[in-house]
C-alpha cells in the first residue's frame, strides 16, 4: 500500500511538506519554513535547540526519521534510522520556503536535488547563505534521469522557474505515480522546459502542482481564457534594462533576486551591450561564476570591504571571497569611478547595502527593484526601502517578473498533464486552482492520509 500524507503548505505560500510511502520506502518534499512570519531575526536562535524551537512554532513538520535523536527525542517523534524504512527528501528548488530547513534534518538522510541545484547550494553554503548549518548528504540528479530508493522511483524533470536548478519529480511507486510540479512559469528564459514537463506527467495518477497567483483575487479557472495581451517575459526584460541603459545618463542601481543566476548572467551582457559594466556585490559574483566562469565579473570595492570586516558575523558565514581572496580575472570597481563615470556602469546593489545610496544619489539617475528583497509589500522592508529612495531623492522603477505561472498558464499546465487526481497546494486559495480535464480533485487538511492504489486516491 502507499500512503500520500499532507502537512505544511496546503493553504499558505510556502513550507511544503508531503510525504509518500511505502511498506518499505518514505519519500518526501520539500523542506522549507511555514508560517514564517512567525521567524524573527531579533530572537536569539538556540543553536542546539534550532529544530526543537521550530517544530514546536510549527515551521516545520513533526515528521518521524528524519531528525537527530536528540531533536526527536525532544518532540516525540522517531529519530532518522529508526523507523524501519529508507527516507529521503527530493528539493524541487532552492527557494527558502522550499529548502530552508535542510540544515534541520538529520545530516546522514539522503536529500536529492538536480545537480544545477546542488551547485547553487553548496555556494550558498560558502557564503553563508544557509538556514542552521549545511546539509552534507545531498544528492545531484541530471534533468531526465531517474533514481531508485527502496520500492520509490524518481525522475527529475526540469521546470522554468526564477531560480537555476528548478525542477520538479515524477515519483512512481507499486500502487501509482505522483507528478509534483515544484514551482513553475512560462515566462522565463526556459518555457520548453514547463512545456515538457507536463508532457512528461500527462495521464498521471496524481498531480500534486502549486497555486501561488490563484492566491490574491476571485477567479474561475475553468472559464479563463488565454490573455489578449502576452506576459511580460525574462527576454523582455533584458531589452528594457537594454533601453534604460541607452536613455539615462547617470548611474543605474539594480536590486535583482540573487539566486536567479541566469538573469544576472544575461544582465551582463545586456549592459556590455549597452556600454556599461555590471558591477556585482561579493556574493552575487560568486554565485555568477560558479555557473557562468567565463563571464567578465566586476566586484564592487565597497560592499566587498563591508562584507569582509562585518565583525558581526563570523568568518565562515562572510562571503567566500572574503576568505580566499578575489579571483584571478575579476576587476574591482571603487566608489570614486562610479562617482567620476556614472554612465559607464550599472550597480548590483543588496538591500543590506542600501546606505551606500546616500553617497552615490547624486549620480543615479534610478533604481531599478526586480524581484530582489524586500520581496514585496508584505515585508516591513518594502515600504522602509521606498521612504529612504524618496528621501535620497532616487527615482524608483519597479521591473520584476516573478516566479510563478499566471491562473491561465496553470490551468495549462495542468490541462496537458489530465490528472486521475489534482492536489493543488502552495496557494492561499488552493480551491481556486482547477482543471476540467482532472478526473477528481482533493483539497486535503494537515494531517490527511490518503491510500493510493491502483492509481486511485482514497482517504484513510
Known amino acids: 500500500m502507499t500512503k500520500i500524507s499532507f502537512f505544511n503548505g496546503l493553504k499558505e505560500i510556502g513550507g511544503t511538506f508531503v510525504a509518500i510511502e511505502t511498506e518499505s520506502t518514505k519519500c518526501m518534499f520539500d523542506?522549507?519554513?511555514?508560517?514564517?512570519?512567525?521567524?524573527?531575526?531579533?530572537?536569539?536562535k538556540r543553536k542546539d535547540d534550532f529544530a526543537v524551537d521550530y517544530i514546536r512554532l510549527g515551521m516545520l513538520t513533526p515528521a518521524d526519521g528524519i531528525y537527530d535523536k536528540y531533536t526527536a527525542e525532544k518532540t516525540g517523534l522517531v529519530p532518522y534510522g529508526e523507523l524501519g524504512?529508507?527516507?529521503?527528501?527530493?528539493?524541487?528548488?532552492?527557494h527558502i520556503d522550499h529548502m530552508g530547513g535542510l540544515g534541520c534534518l538529520h545530516p546522514d538522510i539522503p536529500v536529492y536535488m538536480s545537480t544545477d541545484s546542488l551547485r547553487l547550494y553548496r555556494q550558498l553554503a560558502k557564503n553563508g547563505d544557509v538556514e542552521h548549518r549545511e546539509h552534507p548528504n545531498?544528492?545531484?540528479?541530471?534533468y531526465g534521469a531517474e533514481f531508485t530508493v527502496g520500492d520509490i522511483t524518481v525522475k527529475c524533470v526540469p521546470v522554468d522557474h526564477d531560480v537555476v536548478g528548478a525542477c520538479g519529480f515524477l515519483i512512481t511507486t507499486p500502487d501509482g505515480n505522483v507528478c509534483y510540479t515544484g514551482d513553475y512559469r512560462f515566462h522565463g528564459f526556459h518555457p520548453s522546459y514547463s512545456e515538457e514537463f507536463g508532457k512528461t506527467c500527462h495521464g498521471a495518477d496524481v498531480v500534486i502542482t502549486e497555486g501561488v497567483t490563484?492566491?490574491?483575487?476571485?477567479?474561475?479557472?475553468?472559464?479563463?481564457?488565454?490573455?489578449?495581451?502576452?506576459?511580460?517575459?525574462?527576454e523582455g526584460l533584458q531589452e528594457e534594462l537594454h533601453a534604460a541603459a541607452q536613455e539615462d545618463n547617470g548611474l543605474i542601481v539594480v536590486n535583482p533576486y540573487n539566486?536567479?543566476?541566469?538573469?544576472?548572467?544575461?544582465?551582463?551582457?545586456?549592459?556590455?551591450?549597452?556600454?556599461?559594466t555590471l558591477v556585482l556585490d561579493p556574493v552575487?559574483?560568486?554565485?555568477?561564476?560558479?555557473?557562468?566562469?567565463?563571464?567578465?565579473?566586476?566586484?564592487?570595492?565597497?560592499?566587498?570591504?563591508?562584507?569582509?570586516?562585518?565583525?558581526?558575523?563570523?568568518?565562515?558565514?562572510?562571503?567566500?571571497?572574503?576568505?580566499?581572496?578575489?579571483?584571478?580575472?575579476?576587476?574591482?570597481?571603487s566608489r570614486e569611478e562610479l562617482l567620476k563615470n556614472p554612465s559607464k556602469y550599472a550597480l548590483q546593489l543588496d538591500y543590506a547595502d542600501m546606505y551606500e545610496l546616500t553617497d552615490l544619489k547624486d549620480v543615479i539617475s534610478r533604481y531599478i527593484h526586480m524581484d530582489g528583497a524586500p520581496l514585496g509589500a508584505y515585508d516591513p522592508s518594502f515600504a522602509k526601502m521606498k521612504e529612504f529612495l524618496e528621501v535620497c531623492g532616487i527615482a524608483y522603477d519597479y521591473k520584476g517578473l516573478g516566479g510563478h505561472a499566471k491562473p491561465y498558464y496553470l490551468r495549462t499546465m495542468l490541462d496537458t498533464i489530465a490528472p486521475k487526481t489534482l492536489i493543488?497546494?502552495?496557494?492561499?486559495?488552493?480551491?481556486?486552482?482547477?482543471?476540467?480535464?482532472?478526473?477528481?480533485?482533493?483539497?486535503?487538511?494537515y494531517g490527511d492520509v490518503y491510500e493510493l492504489k491502483d492509481g486511485v486516491v482514497t482517504k484513510l
Not at 490563484?214 to 525574462?234: Q, V
Not at 560558479?290 to 566586484?299: G, K, S
Not at 493543488?424 to 487538511?445: C, D, M, Y
Open 31 to 44: 523542506f522549507g519554513f511555514a508560517v514564517a512570519g512567525r521567524m524573527d531575526a531579533k530572537i536569539r
Open 85 to 94: 524504512k529508507e527516507c529521503f527528501f527530493v528539493i524541487s528548488h532552492m
Open 138 to 142: 545531498c544528492i545531484g540528479v541530471d
Open 214 to 234: 490563484a492566491s490574491f483575487e476571485d477567479i474561475d479557472m475553468l472559464s479563463l481564457e488565454k490573455p489578449a495581451e502576452p506576459d511580460r517575459t525574462e
Open 259 to 276: 539566486r536567479n543566476v541566469e538573469r544576472v548572467h544575461r544582465m551582463i551582457n545586456t549592459f556590455k551591450n549597452s556600454g556599461r
Open 284 to 333: 552575487q559574483a560568486d554565485y555568477v561564476a560558479a555557473f557562468y566562469p567565463e563571464d567578465e565579473i566586476a566586484v564592487y570595492e565597497q560592499t566587498y570591504n563591508e562584507a569582509c570586516s562585518d565583525s558581526s558575523v563570523v568568518t565562515e558565514n562572510k562571503p567566500r571571497i572574503c576568505r580566499e581572496g578575489i579571483p584571478a580575472g575579476w576587476k574591482t570597481v
Open 424 to 445: 493543488p497546494l502552495h496557494s492561499f486559495r488552493p480551491e481556486q486552482v482547477n482543471t476540467a480535464k482532472a478526473g477528481t480533485r482533493i483539497l486535503p487538511e
